[in-house]
């Protein structure tokens, strides 16, 4: 199928209208509902799809609002666009901002975006780390040379056997940043390459971690590492949650605790992944950097008046300039989510953000486990 040498006449919408009718003729399929729109499509089908030939709707929903208390001590109302296919998703998040009816207080420590350079080392891999360390100002350079918006804050170098790591760690302005430092990395490892004698493997190595778990990502963080916590009274735990703090508190045990420990999880959390997934498929974020959400660690405290319950997300990787946030649809979810107006930058912002909304999906899940409401909400809500 000649999906690619079409007339240079044709819009975007015509393009992938040609390339749709084309695969429908030649494998004899139904591809009706896939149809675009115009006014919706944006950039899409020359920046974030090639071969575009459609186009799959995904419900969004609506959550909130979520009262929230950023890191800068600024108040304000979260309005959560949900995109998801889940049903009883929505309706549980919905709840935890009704349960989370004063602010949810959160906190960030932004470490960048990374790349991992890998580099053949010898038997005396000392050697290329002195000239790796002496060097570093010029091949810090040539790597931010690449973008006026991207600023190395930090790197870390790793060897084994046969190899030399170096990570690296980019501020990259109010873009997500992975193509930004990937293409810095390239440069560097160039540099690297031509003036320190050894040889360039990839410019993508797996110490960073991306859009895979890792411990180190884990317990070191990537991107927003984000943290948001709430106290909930024993009344509102009965009246809204319909539990009791001590319920809550068994399933907290056995399931963050010694469940996710027997299972080796990495992030002991109910359900982070849902609500992370949602948020960046509506906003136009990255959605296999899910995996890096998935790693968040849930903790339930109990107090005299009920419970404290804290959500630590390690690896919080958004943007709001760059891949799918141009898009129309995604840009007006992301601008309903960041209606609040704080002095944070926009990115921090959006992460803290998500970060309080993983926190109402936490208490809500966890409340229906205590109240073995689960199946129960299933079956009504999503069958």
């Known amino acids: 199928m000649n999906l690619r040498n079409l007339p240079e006449s044709l819009s975007p919408h015509e393009r992938a209208a040609v390339r749709r009718m084309t695969i429908q003729d030649t494998l004899e399929v139904n591809l009706s509902c896939l149809g675009t729109e115009p006014n919706r499509m944006g950039d899409a089908e020359e920046k974030n799809c090639e071969q575009m030939f459609g186009s799959v709707p995904i419900p969004v929903g609506y959550a909130g609002p979520l009262g929230i208390q950023f890191s800068t001590g600024e108040t304000g109302k979260l309005h959560l666009p949900l995109a998801t296919t ?8 919905n709840r935890g901002c009704k349960a989370m009816s004063g602010s ?9 975006i990374s790349r991992t350079i890998a580099f ?5 891999p000392e050697q290329l780390i002195n000239s790796i360390t002496e060097k570093e100002d010029a091949w810090k350079a040539a790597g931010e040379a690449t973008s006026s918006h991207l600023k190395i ?6 060897t084994s056997d046969s190899h030399l790591f170096l990570t690296i760690n980019a501020d990259t302005d109010e873009a997500m940043g992975m193509n ?3 293409i810095a990395a390239q440069a560097i490892g160039n540099w690297i390459d031509d003036n320190c004698g050894c040889e360039l493997v990839t410019i993508a190595g797996n110490i960073d971690s991306d859009k895979k778990p890792s411990k180190r990502t884990h317990d070191m963080g990537r991107g927003y590492d984000v943290t948001a916590e709430i106290n909930l009274s024993t009344k509102v735990i009965q009246d809204t949650l319909k539990t009791t703090p001590r319920d809550m508190m068994n399933v ?3 399931k963050l605790k010694d469940g996710s420990q027997i299972a080796g999880a990495i992030g002991h959390n109910l359900h982070a992944a849902n609500i992370v997934a949602a948020l960046y498929l509506a ?8 995996v890096e959400g998935s790693l968040a660690d849930t903790t339930v405290e109990l107090t005299k008046d009920g419970l404290f319950i804290s959500v630590r997300s390690p690896a919080l990787l958004v943007g709001v300039r760059g891949g799918g946030t141009g898009m129309p649809a ?4 992301l601008e309903l989510l960041m209606q609040p107006k704080t002095s944070l930058r926009k990115t921090q912002q959006l992460a803290e953000s998500i970060g309080a909304a993983i926190l109402a999906g936490e208490v809500s899940l966890l409340a229906a486990q205590a109240a073995h409401a689960l199946a129960i909400s299933h079956k009504k809500l999503a069958r």
């Open 153 to 158: 804050i930090n790197t870390h170098i790793d």
């Open 330 to 333: 995604q840009n007006q979810c």
């Open 104 to 112: 949810v207080v959160t906190s960030a420590i932004y470490h960048g």
């Open 120 to 124: 053949k080392v010898d038997d005396k």
């Open 283 to 290: 906003t136009g974020q990255d959605a296999a950097h899910v």
């Open 180 to 182: 930004m430092i990937t």
């Open 86 to 93: 889940e049903g009883a998703l929505v309706a549980s998040v």
């Open 252 to 254: 907290a045990s056995a």
